[in-house]
């Protein structure tokens, strides 16, 4: 792929990738690519542009402060005219086929997924409102001259005497329009807004989120991993990821996120009783199967089939 329009927003980089040969794979709302960042460097980010748009690809990536080398690799390559190696488009924050009305719930950078639902219902003719919630809110000049505008809700946290972003107010109605709640962002406002859904009458089923992290690694008591195919086993400590201590003991695992979001590291779970931190595994899913790059134990032995 070759780095189209490329500007820097903030702490924000929003940039086009276009096809160095041929056509772009087609790809529905709500989903991620790949960016292979070199030195085995991978990291998923959300494609923020219009699904309808065959041409581009577009992304936007923050700049965090508590990196561990993903984001501060796409700011420091990703230049107009460079080529980067991307994966397919994947998706694992599907929209909903449904009529009734959308409520998309965007914090900071989380707002990026939800850009490309908001392209793909207004392209369909279907009604929904984004709110999108930041301390510096970057994208604000984008979603105003969207053709969806009108759709769109600025809570711009760094206004003191502004009111502040009420999930309960703004999913009043939720019940009644047959709504679908779409939240991606900080963990603390997808809580709040899974919460007002679900005391405002909402089944599950109508509420999805996805965030771009998992809960930390450290704080929990150090257990033992065995291996059962090769028979190796390890004493993972308080503030070591299950990876990292099967990587000392020539077990390696293959990892992508790191962040338990992308499901690369998930393998099946033989036994013990997990400490799932991930964002990927369904309930049903984490009975049977663990995510080992962020992922603790509750028992002092944890078999998995590596």
């Not at 000049?141 to 703004?170: E, G, K, Y």
Request: glycine share 10%; charged share 20%.
């Amino acid at each position: 792929m070759r780095v189209g329009s490329c500007e820097l927003m903030g702490q924000v980089l929003y940039f086009d990738l276009l096809p160095l040969i041929g056509e772009l794979p087609a790809w529905n709302a709500g989903a991620h690519v790949d960016l292979l960042l070199g030195n085995g460097l991978i990291r998923q980010y959300s494609l923020c542009g219009d699904p309808a748009d065959g041409t581009r690809y577009r992304l936007a990536v923050l700049l965090d402060e508590n990196s561990r080398g993903g984001s501060r690799a796409v700011h420091q390559q990703v230049k107009s005219g460079a080529e980067l190696e991307i994966g397919a488009p994947r998706n694992l924050f599907p929209l909903a086929v449904s009529k009734g009305h959308s409520i998309f719930v965007g914090g900071g950078i989380g707002v990026t997924p939800l850009m490309a639902m908001a392209y793909d219902l207004w392209d369909h003719k279907r009604p929904f409102t984004l709110h999108y919630i930041a301390r510096d809110p970057v994208f604000a000049p984008i979603l105003q001259a969207a053709p969806f505008a009108s759709c769109v809700q600025i809570h711009d946290r760094s206004n003191r005497s502004a009111p502040r972003f009420d999930p309960s107010s703004a999913l009043r109605d939720a019940v009644v329009t047959g709504a679908h709640i779409y939240t991606c962002g900080p963990v603390a406002l997808m809580d709040a807004v899974e919460e007002s859904a679900r005391l405002a009458g909402l089944p599950d089923a109508q509420i999805h989120r996805e965030a771009f992290s998992a809960l930390p690694v450290s704080g929990g008591e150090c257990f033992e991993v065995l291996a059962a195919k090769s028979g190796v086993r390890v004493q993972v400590g308080a503030d070591e990821t299950i990876t990292a201590a099967l990587a000392r003991v020539g077990v390696k695992v293959t990892v992508s996120c790191e962040q338990g979001i992308c499901g690369t590291c998930v393998v099946d779970l033989l036994e013990g009783d997990p400490d799932h931190r991930d964002e990927y595994l369904t309930n049903d899913e984490r009975s049977e199967q663990i995510a080992l790059c962020c992922s603790r134990a509750k028992s002092p032995l944890l078999v998995v089939d590596l």
